[in-house]
């Protein structure tokens, strides 16, 4: 067996993992960092990238087949070619993690190892049976992976995750979707309009991360309208899932092809014997740590990425890796990072965004509520993407902008733009330049009422154009 001994071991080597070994060797540790799986990330490989690449696609599609509305006829109407989109999805997918896997093996062959990582102590690593590696420092950065529950048991050999899906060769004719989060409505409605019979079912009701209950219901009127939404089914509904003899699934009486796990992510730490490492756990398993600095107690030991279960997302899982990277250079030095303004996109069609503050955090006294729907709004109109709702949350003390929840379109672009303001007053954001005619305009109403009920400015407009720029 070989022996490593090195100042920073990371586990992992996702996004989160990459950004902390280089974070760490910039700031003059010599590093290890050790890769169980393919390399690329799990978003480029099967995640963030794949999924935006079928949605493009399915979103096209969908365009095509309503041209007729604007008096253009596509007289063969849409044919969707399953196994060409498909290679599309997978080709486009290949050059992005190829860029990564390049990235990657471009680093010297010592400070990489390939094999599964387990603890055997607070600073000790065995990979695979090959290495033990001893290190001043570890980062954990190991991602997440799918849960797929038990009510899945009868049926396990026949569930898609979301990895499976970017790997057919061909399309089914029906799935069921289970799971109303952001992976089940993101590939439920792609493949929707890629021709799929689909059902979402899902016992929460929620829609993606919205938790406004107005925005939540706009969501669910407009999306039900496309959709077959089954959301109601209640926590504790026995769900009845089989294995058809014929092939595929059944719920109760209905066949489908295939189903989907979209039943959420956990933390991928069951291998690492976490147990040996002398670190407290918490009821998932992973270690108990400070979400400012990544450090678990005061031990050596650092959690980056997904694996903290906390913001399940690309930019955050960089920016943690870095923040650990450099804490796990100088272990007597930790530094708490100081974190961005949430902000979470969902790629549906419409879209669904949240920045700062969640309306299910926020105390109802303390905000005033100003909103925008989107039936009527002049740009959205004139694209015909004239529906959605969109909140936004004000201080009541000082005016501050809180935070807002979305569910229009392009919000993936106003979402950016309000979270960049957050902590800004209303008032002040309304001073900002609005083009005519956006769909920024909207968020010019939303603010608008806000900024009204907050007395900061007079009485909105009737109509958007009758305001023109400014307050
Ligand atoms: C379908 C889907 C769509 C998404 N879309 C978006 C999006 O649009 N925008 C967005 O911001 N985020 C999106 N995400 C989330 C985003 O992909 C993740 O937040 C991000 O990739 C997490 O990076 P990470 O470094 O924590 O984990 P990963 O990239 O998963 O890296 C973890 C690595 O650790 C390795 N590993 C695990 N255990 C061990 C071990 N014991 N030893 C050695 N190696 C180990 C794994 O093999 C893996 O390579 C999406 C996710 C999914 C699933």
Redesign the pocket.
Known sequence: MDTRSVDVAV????????VARREAERNGASTVL??????G???AR???M???LLIAAADLAHEVSRAGEFGIAVPAGVRVDAAAVLERVRRERDRFAGFVIEDTEALPAEVRLR????FLGPTTLL?DDHTRVEARAIVI????R?HVPEIFDAVRDRVLV??DVFELEDLPDSIAVIGSG??GL??GQALHRLGVRVAIFSRSGHIGPLTDPEVTRSARDVLGAELDLRLDLGRDARFDLRADPAGGVRIGDEHFDRVLAATG?RP?VE??DLERAGVALDARGVPVHDARTGRAGDSAIFV????TGD???????ADE?RIVGFNAAHPGDVRAHVRRTPL??V?SDPQIALFGERFADLDRDRIAIGSVNYADQGRARVMGRNAGLVRVYADRRDGSLLGGEMFGPQVEHTAHLLAWVVGRGVDRILELPFYHPVVEEGIRTALRSAAHQLQLVPAPCAHELDCGPGV
């Open positions: 586990i992992g080597a996702g996004t989160a993992g990459l050790i890769e169980s799986g393919p390399y990330t799990m978003c099967v995640g963030c794949p999924s935006k094999g599964r990582a387990r990979v950065a190991t991602g997440s799918p979301n990895d952001v992976i993101e590939l992510r991928a291998s690492l980056a990425g997904d694996v913001r399940l997302l690309l930019h955050e899982a890796g979470s996109v790629f």
